[in-house]
């Protein structure tokens, strides 16, 4: 019961929302207890009740201080938002399971050839840049601009550059490198 007192300011927020004193402590015992045996009941532990618990009070207090709404059983609205909170939570929690058993079966030689894959296309690039700026001039404005008017331009400087690109020695490195 210690812990809950970590909880004791929320609790009596939304009490004093609610103008009921005596709901102070059954939202203490009685609702705490129904999270925490629910909670454990579907793989989770005490500290995990408690982080339901205090979640479900920050969004309690926001509907009743925010939204202003009312509701007849209180001990009922904060027991569910407290179910969807965990359901929330294990939802999540099996995303991240499932997305960790996925990285793991990516093996040592499929990394190292994604790495390899990753440098040839930095290397590629280089070689594209080389070959622009030997061609100088607006070559590089060119070949990135959207321009209609400038769309004929492009077309030849993109074919120059092509051109220019497969005659590199690199190139033939770098191509033999991806078989």
Avoid at 26 to 55: P, R
Avoid at 78 to 96: C, E, F, H, M, P
Avoid at 149 to 166: D, G, W
Wanted: proline share 1%; net charge positive.
């Amino acid at each position: 019961m210690d812990n809950l007192y970590h909880y004791h300011e929320e609790i009596c927020l939304i009490s004093n929302l609610l103008n009921e004193k005596a709901n102070k402590q059954h939202l203490k015992s009685n609702v705490f207890e129904s999270i925490k045996k629910f909670v454990i009941n579907n793989n989770g532990t005490i500290d995990d009740a408690e982080d339901v618990f205090q979640d479900s009070l920050v969004i309690l207090y926001t509907k009743l201080k925010v939204y202003q709404t009312t509701y007849s059983s209180m001990s009922a609205v904060l027991y569910g938002i407290a179910r969807n909170v965990w359901k929330q939570k294990l939802y999540n929690q099996q995303k991240s399971y499932q997305i960790q058993n996925v990285n793991l079966t990516i093996t040592q030689d499929a990394e190292e050839e994604y790495i390899k894959n990753e440098k040839i296309e930095l290397l590629m690039w280089k070689l594209f840049y080389k070959c622009v700026n030997k061609i100088g001039g607006d070559c590089l404005e060119v070949l990135m601009s959207k321009d209609k008017e400038t769309r004929r331009k492009r077309y030849t400087y993109k074919k120059m550059v092509s051109q220019m690109v497969k005659k590199e020695p690199e190139y033939k490195i770098l191509l033999s490198l991806l078989e």
